[in-house]
Structures are given as structure tokens and as C-alpha cells.
């Protein structure tokens, strides 16, 4: 069993990795995917990566599933781990959230500045 630092330390580095590589690849639409967590199972067989982006969601999601071998073989190629987890990407609808009730404060306080 890993320890919760490690896992930790694991879950990092391989944001770091899954990050840059989204930067590089081909897609233009995937450069402006925002990764906002990683979570990796305690059997360090999968990892699930949350990301957020303003294009369309669908076409992310299709696109991503491709893009998760090369993905998986970089974070291989980065990370010296016994067994390179399976790439799973899930869109963070909390972060997505979080930005809208930002704006909506926002728009409040310059509703209340111009009073």
C-alpha cells in the first residue's frame, strides 16, 4: 500500500505530465484544456484527471478518450512507476460552478459600485 504523501506526491506529477501534454498535442482545441485535479486509485491502476474548458464539452470528451493512450505513454515515459495507471478524464462540473457564482458576485458588486 502507498502511503497518502506519496500518493499524493504520484497525483502531482502526473498533473504536471498530463498538463504539458495536452499543450503539445495537435488539437488547438485541446491546449485550452485546464486541468484542475488528478485523483489516483489506491491500486494506482487508473487515474482520473479533472479538467475544465469553455469549448464544447462532447467534442472534449471524444477527443480526450483519444488522446488518453499517448497520454498514459507520457506520463510512462516522465514517471518511473512499476505500473502506469489508465488515463480517465471527467469534467469538473464543481469548478465549472464555482466560476459562475464568481461572475454573479462579480456583476453584484459592479451592479453596487455604480450606485
Known sequence: MVSDRRMKRIESEIMKVVATT???L??????????TGVELRNDMKVVFVKYVSHDRKDYLDAQLKKASGFIRLQISKELNL?????VTFKYDEGTEYQMKIDNIFKQIDEENNKE
Request: proline letters at 11%; zero cysteines.
Open 22 to 24: 495536452l499543450e503539445h
Open 82 to 86: 512499476r505500473f502506469t495507471p489508465e
Open 26 to 35: 495537435k488539437d488547438p482545441k485541446l491546449r485550452f484544456v485546464t486541468v
